[in-house]
């Protein structure tokens, strides 16, 4: 629930696709989650940590794809016949929703540490499921509310007339959480 590249994904395409391609991006989301949930109690988290190389592809991956999304963002200029940026297509809201997840490993470090407290040697693979998919709808419920909040139809009107201001700004929320991973990936090197 913490505000970062998750949350200004799922704004960003409710803001400019509008409700469906926010609750596209939120379920696409949790699907995310659910996936590296579940990958994560099978023990790819541990040969990700346990590999440095493939942690910092993926951290490099990530960074180098908040900040493609950044760049689009701040770079987003209005059509000429609309005040609005182009509407981004329920394909992109889903691929968007997945990737920022999928290219997150912090993500897999975070359920690594989670899952080690709960899950042993003579879990279930039905237990191992369930665990799984509580993650995924505790965090697609929570992105699906966040859609659903944002565009309520009362002030999704407002919202859109500066929907490029928006665009722009969650274009710079991404470029800084990307340099932030950057200098956090360099720092740790």
Sequence with gaps: MSPGPSLAIVLKQTLTGGRRNGMVTAVAHGLGVGVYAFLSILGLAAIITASPLAFSVLQWGGAAYLAWLGARGLLARPRDDAPLPEAPTTASAARD???VVLLNPKIAVFFLALFSQ???????????????????????????????????????????????WFERLFGMVLL?????LVFGILDGA
């Design 97 to 99: 929703g997945f990737l």
């Design 176 to 180: 800084g959480l990307a340099g932030h």
């Design 118 to 164: 709960v899950v042993g040697t003579d879990t279930s693979m039905l237990a191992k499921f369930g665990y799984a998919a509580t993650a995924m709808v505790i965090d697609g419920s929570w992105y699906l509310f966040v859609t659903w909040l944002f565009s309520n139809p009362r002030w999704l009107h407002l919202l859109r007339r500066k929907a490029i």
